[in-house]
């Protein structure tokens, strides 16, 4: 548990490392030296929610992208079948020439 003398707990935006602001005001980040600014609660919560919209708007977008519509292109069968044309034959494999050979 946190001494309350040791203030708030802060996060320096140049950083992102963690510091108590030791009840200090002007807020100063130990590891730059410059102020600190603190948004209000209103409006980190505003930019949470406006973040959370656009992941979703984002996710929708991606989830978009993968339905199948009417102009998609059928594929053949044929095309996806394996073949077996990578095989090779081990007398084949004799026929090529060592690392001494040129």
């Known amino acids: 548990m946190s001494n309350p003398e040791w203030g708030v707990k802060r996060v320096c935006?140049?950083?992102g490392k963690?510091?108590?602001d030791l009840n200090k005001k002007?807020?100063?980040s130990p590891y730059t030296g410059k102020e600190v600014t603190v948004e209000p609660p209103e409006r980190?919560?505003?930019m949470v929610v406006a973040m959370a919209e656009?992941?979703?708007k984002k996710l929708k977008d991606d989830e978009d992208?993968?339905?199948?519509?009417?102009d998609s292109v059928d594929v053949d069968d044929e095309l996806l079948e394996d073949e077996d044309d990578d095989t090779?034959?081990?007398?084949?494999?004799?026929?090529v020439a060592?690392?001494?050979e040129d």
């Not at 992208?65 to 009417?70: I, R």
């Open 13 to 15: 935006p140049e950083t």
């Open 98 to 100: 060592g690392d001494d």
């Open 65 to 70: 992208l993968l339905v199948d519509d009417e």
């Open 44 to 46: 980190r919560e505003s």
């Open 88 to 95: 090779v034959a081990l007398d084949d494999l004799a026929d």
């Open 54 to 56: 656009k992941s979703k």
């Open 26 to 28: 002007p807020i100063i």
């Open 18 to 20: 963690r510091f108590y």
